[in-house]
């Protein structure tokens, strides 16, 4: 099956500026992901969608970053105005659906992620 | 504190040697818990689920200790393609599937 896909790969960007990363999540999921990882630091969780509704973002900094999920589909997460500790790789995750053997929705699949890096 | 800690490591393991590390979690109301691997530069990938009885995947076994809420991951015969960060995860259901990560330990495992 296709996995999550992610764009852009890179980006480079000056502090003030603003950027916006785009997601499309495995065909059926239903939880797609954002998570902020900074170089040595373990995924630091920004929102979780449920379909279209947001399910968790009390880590999203609201003042300048916002996502959406039109259609509860793809999603779209967007910084603005970057700051020069927003530089970290921005990884999204999608999960399943419910399966009568075992809760598969736990599974992770991760897109290989946007590299930012403002200067 | 964290919600979820591991020590960063990096663990020097020689290529055969056995290594275990653990990861500790804050919320006592957290039910299910997983092992990450990330290899560098690439994303996170699942590695195994912790059962409360304990698990074992080939040479990987995995422990749950609810009692003081941690969790461990032990490598036997380590390979040198067994070099990666390994995260611990931690999901609390009832928060919407909240899944914590913690900070990764790093293995290195060398000739």
């Known amino acids: 099956e296709a996995g999550v896909a992610q764009s852009p790969r890179y980006k480079i960007i000056e502090k003030r500026q603003s950027v916006a990363f785009w997601c499309n999540p495995i065909?059926?999921?239903?939880?797609l992901y954002w998570y902020q990882q900074i170089l040595g630091q373990g995924p630091k969780l920004l929102i979780q969608?449920?379909?279209?509704?947001?399910?968790?973002d009390s880590q999203l900094p609201k003042d300048r970053f916002s996502a959406e999920r039109l259609k509860g589909v793809d999603s779209t997460l967007k910084i603005q105005p970057a700051k020069l500790e927003d530089s970290a790789v921005y990884l999204c995750?999608?999960?399943?659906?419910?399966?009568?053997?075992?809760?598969?929705?736990?599974?992770?699949?991760f897109g290989s992620g946007t590299q930012l890096s403002v200067l | 504190r964290k919600e979820v800690e591991q020590d960063p490591g990096p663990f020097n393991v020689p290529e055969g040697a056995t290594v275990a590390f653990n990861c500790t979690y804050s919320?006592?109301?957290?039910?299910?818990f997983f092992w990450y691997r990330q290899d560098c530069r690439k994303e996170p990938k699942l590695l195994m689920s912790?059962?409360?009885s304990g698990n074992e995947d080939g040479r990987f076994t995995a422990q749950l200790n609810r009692a003081s809420q941690y969790i461990s991951l032990l490598i036997r015969d380590s390979k040198l393609s067994d070099s990666a960060t390994y995260l611990c995860?931690?999901?609390?259901?009832?928060?919407?599937?909240?899944?914590?990560f913690g900070g990764g330990t790093r293995v290195l495992v060398k000739p």
């Open positions: 912790v059962y409360s």
């Open positions: 919320n006592s109301a957290s039910q299910s």
């Open positions: 995860v931690v999901n609390n259901r009832a928060a919407g599937n909240k899944l914590t």
């Open positions: 065909s059926g999921h239903a939880t």
């Open positions: 995750a999608s999960s399943g659906v419910r399966d009568r053997r075992f809760y598969r929705a736990e599974k992770l699949f």
């Open positions: 969608f449920q379909n279209n509704g947001v399910v968790d």
